[in-house]
């Protein structure tokens, strides 16, 4: 069963920077592509960011665009979303999962909460 653990999410000002962590375990990593997704409350999990096994395409949503990098390490099946330019409207909590069909058991997530 995988399993995957979100870190790295915190309080910063607008225009600051985070990046977050995802650590993924139970699966062979380095096969499967793998997703950013944030949530608020009263509103539906999106995707914010995608990335294939290889590391070599990447695709992100319009709102993120240029601002948000995803990238992984498949030697440590750890995947990464540094977050730039960080706009209060970026106030969520972020979940890693496959793409492009997550596994029903999600992480607990990591608060991101940027202050403007």
């Known amino acids: 069963q995988v399993q995957l653990v979100e870190s790295g999410g915190g309080l910063v000002q607008a225009g600051g920077s985070l990046r977050l962590s995802c650590a993924v375990s139970g699966i062979a990593f380095k096969f499967y592509g793998m997703g950013w997704y944030r949530q608020t409350p009263g509103k539906q999990r999106e995707l914010v960011a995608h990335?294939?096994?290889?590391?070599?395409?990447?695709n992100y949503a319009d709102s993120v665009k240029g601002r948000f990098t995803i990238s992984r390490d498949n030697a440590k099946n750890t995947v990464y979303l540094q977050m730039n330019s960080l706009k209060p409207e970026d106030t969520a909590v972020y979940y890693c999962n496959l793409y492009p069909v997550p596994r029903d058991s999600w992480g607990q997530g990591t608060q991101v909460t940027v202050s403007s």
């Open positions: 990335i294939n096994s290889g590391g070599t395409t990447n």
